[in-house]
Nanobody, 125 residues
Framework: QVQLVESGGGLVQAGDSLRLSCTASGRTGSIYAMGWFRQAPGKERAFVASIDRSGSQTYYADSVKGRFTISRDNAKNAVYLQMNSLKPEDTAVYYC??????????????????WGQGTQVTVSS
């Protein structure tokens, strides 16, 4: 099993930037892809971005493409989400996820095995 802890959320204004971090512990050697998802009040958890083990392949939701960048540092067992040009509609709880068993770069929640507790991002207009 892998434990994930997110950090870096907060309250910002539209147009600002934030960098989310997620640190993994436990069976980190078994992690293949990692992803970021978000969930706004009253909505389902939605895909934001994902990255493969080497960091060479990334996927993004259309709504964040060009504004968000996912990266990972395997030496630190960490994955990051750089969020620029934030909009009020980016407001949500952001979750980090890890895949240990499917060896795919998933874009849906059920493709991931482990989840963090989430970090709140609030963007005011």
């Amino acid at each position: 099993q892998v434990q994930l802890v997110e950090s870096g959320g907060g309250l910002v204004q539209a147009g600002d930037s934030l960098r989310l971090s997620c640190t993994a512990s436990g069976r980190t050697g078994s992690i293949y892809a990692m992803g970021w998802f978000r969930q706004a009040p009253g909505k389902e958890r939605a895909f934001v971005a994902s990255i493969d083990r080497s960091g060479s392949q990334t996927y993004y939701a259309d709504s964040v493409k060009g504004r968000f960048t996912i990266s990972r540092d395997n030496a630190k067992n960490a994955v990051y989400l750089q969020m620029n040009s934030l909009k009020p509609e980016d407001t949500a709880v952001y979750y980090c996820a890890a895949d240990r068993s499917r060896y795919t770069i998933g874009v849906t929640p059920h493709e991931y095995d482990d989840w963090g507790q989430g970090t709140q991002v609030t963007v005011s207009s």
